[in-house]
C-alpha cells in the first residue's frame, strides 16, 4: 500500500463516527495476527522495540532508522495503516520533529506521534513553550501527508498536574496535531475533561484511565475516538514466555509449550497475501 493511501486510510478512522481500537505490534507474527484479529490499523510501541533489542525505553536508545523501520516491517506483512510511536522525535529541536516527519513518510507510516519529553530522567519534559514549538514544527511538515499525534506525558513523569496537560493538549491541537493523547490519565473524568477541551479533534487513550482499564464502550460513550495499548500485549506475551520458563526450570515440559499457537498458523499468515487478503 502506498504511503498516502495509508494515510488516507488512518484519517478516515478518526473522522468516522465511531472510535476504534490500534492495537500496538512489534513483529511481523504479532503484526499479521492482530490484523486476523480485524483490527483495522496497527502502532508501533517504543517499549517493544527498546526491549525487543535489549535497550531501555525512553532513553534515547533506539534510533529513528530503528523505530522507522519497524513500522515498515508491520505494514508490509498485514497491509494495514501504521502508527509510529516515535518518542520525543529523535532530539530536543524542532528540526529534529521535522526530520522524524520526512523519515516516518519515507518508511511508509500513515501516522507518527511526537511527545513532550526530553529522555532526560533530571528534566523528563520539554517547557511547555519549546514543547508546542516542536509540536507546530513537526505539524506544519506533516499536513496532509501523514498523520501527527501531539503526545504530552506529564502522567506518566511524576507531573500529575491535569490543568498544565489539558494546556499543553490545547496548544498543541491549535499548533496543528490532527490527534491528542496524555497517556495515564488518572480516571474517567480527566478522560472526559481532556476529549472536551480539544474538541472536535480526536483523542487517543492507552486502555483506559491509571486507575485500571475500562470496557471499550465506556471510553467510546466518552468520546474517545482512538484506544492504543502501548507495550501492553508485548508485556502480555513475555508473561507467558516467564510463565513457560518456570514450567520448563520445574521439568514439566507439556505445561511450557501448551497451548501454543502451531507454526504452520503463523506460516500461512505471512505467506505471500496471507495476512493482506
Known sequence: MRQSDAHERFRAL??????FVMPNAWDGASAVLLKQAGFPALGTSSLAIAFALGRLDGVAAVSREM????GTLLAAVSGLPVNGDLEDGFGPDPRHCVETVEAAIAAGLAGL????????PARPIHDFDHAVARVRAAARAAKGRILLTGRTDNFLHGRPDLDDTIRRLVAFADAGADVLYAPALPDLDAIRAVVRAVAPKPVNVLIGPASGPMPLATLLELGVKRVS??????????????????????????AAVAPALPGKTIAALLAPGGARA
Open 113 to 120: 506521534g511526537i511527545e513532550d519529553t526530553t529522555a532526560d
Open 229 to 254: 495499548l502501548g507495550g501492553a500485549l508485548y508485556r502480555r506475551a513475555m508473561a507467558g514466555l516467564a510463565d513457560a520458563a518456570k514450567a520448563m526450570a520445574a521439568g514439566d515440559l507439556a
Open 14 to 19: 478518526h473522522e468516522a463516527p465511531r472510535g
Open 67 to 70: 523505530a522507522c523501520a519497524n
